[in-house]
């Protein structure tokens, strides 16, 4: 950013002056990683471990070491073994190698991708590009909640279908998929056909035992749980054939070369070890302020509607709600000049103004889904943040309705 946009921004904020509280929900796109996560990771940018972990000298060793270390404990949360763990510069990363490495290396198996409507983007577009090369890709539509039905699912699968897709907890709308039904039905009618899940928006949020589930392949994202961004890891199943999509020298890892990001897996397995300690306790707290916020929000709104499911269904620090009669850009802008960052529509699409592909899927309404607000709540939100978000909102929907085109006659 240049320097001149940096100064206006600051104008722009001195302008309206400084907000009472300061409260971020925008742990969708990324976020402040945990205090304890960058003590963690500093000593290995130039203390210990600065080596690289395939190179046999006192750094290398410690890089490897705690590259090991920091996978097992990954591994662990997962139920896996951490030699199944593949390390990549992000979860955009791992899910691109889980589809065009995994379709690619099963070709064999079929010419048909099953994924859902409602999938992360980088699921969606790299199995749009197997398209092009003769792949035939099958949607699997969600009803108005969100939810796959897994007998229609079931339905879509045959003798011809390579790979199935789909994501345990939805990014957006927080659906938590009946995931074991669907991948036992899958397995049923072919016991072949390969099954990944992007579980980055359950790892953290929902019980998660990757060996129990009988997946073959699942992507994690660091940043999802205040790790830092630029890590991300593929779950492959030992036994399950997959091809590498990047090409290079030297690494610890088959599928992924170049040098390990140590300090970043550090810092990952950081963040894994915070939010699994009493985790049960934490998913408590996270429900509870997420219930306290919608319920807050639509008691002291008009004319808001929740997307997704209500109650155990729906994950726990997912709250989105379209506020009708209002752009959804607009709240954005006007909630942060309150201290309250939210992002709106689909964190991906933000900056180019598409209406969410997940929000069309469900059937929103172009200007339902244009409306959208995504709050994140983690665990380190307080009560006190809740309160002071539903002081602003209020205010803050009611000045942009004031000033909007489009509203009802009573707004
Ligand atoms: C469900 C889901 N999958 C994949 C990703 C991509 O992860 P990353 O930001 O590490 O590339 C995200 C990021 O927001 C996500 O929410």
Redesign the pocket.
Known sequence: MSERTLKSIEELIKFHGKPKREVYFDG??SGRVLKEVIEAMLPYFRDTGYGHPSITNKPGWEAYEAFSKASELIAKTLNVNSQDLIFTH????A?NLAILGGVRANKHLGKKIIISAIE?L?VIFPAKELEKTGFKIVEVPVDSEGFMDPDTLESFVDDDTVLVSI?YVN?EIGTIQRLREIIEKIRDKNPNTIIHS?V??AYGRIPLDLTKLDLDMA?L?S??IKGP?GV?VLYLKEGVNLEKIIYGQLSTQEYWPGVENVPLVVGFAKAAEIRFTNFEEKVNHMRKLRDMLIEGIMDKVPYVILNGPKGERRAPDNVNLSFLYCEGEALTIEFSFNGVYVSSGS??TTRVLEPSHVLVAIGRKYEEAHGSILFKVDPEHTIEDIEYTLEVVPKAVERIRMISSAKPREV
């Open positions: 969708e796109n992000s979860g955009t990363e899910n992360h980088s994501g990014h992007d980055v928006d992507t994202s940043h999802k961004r991300g964190a991906c």
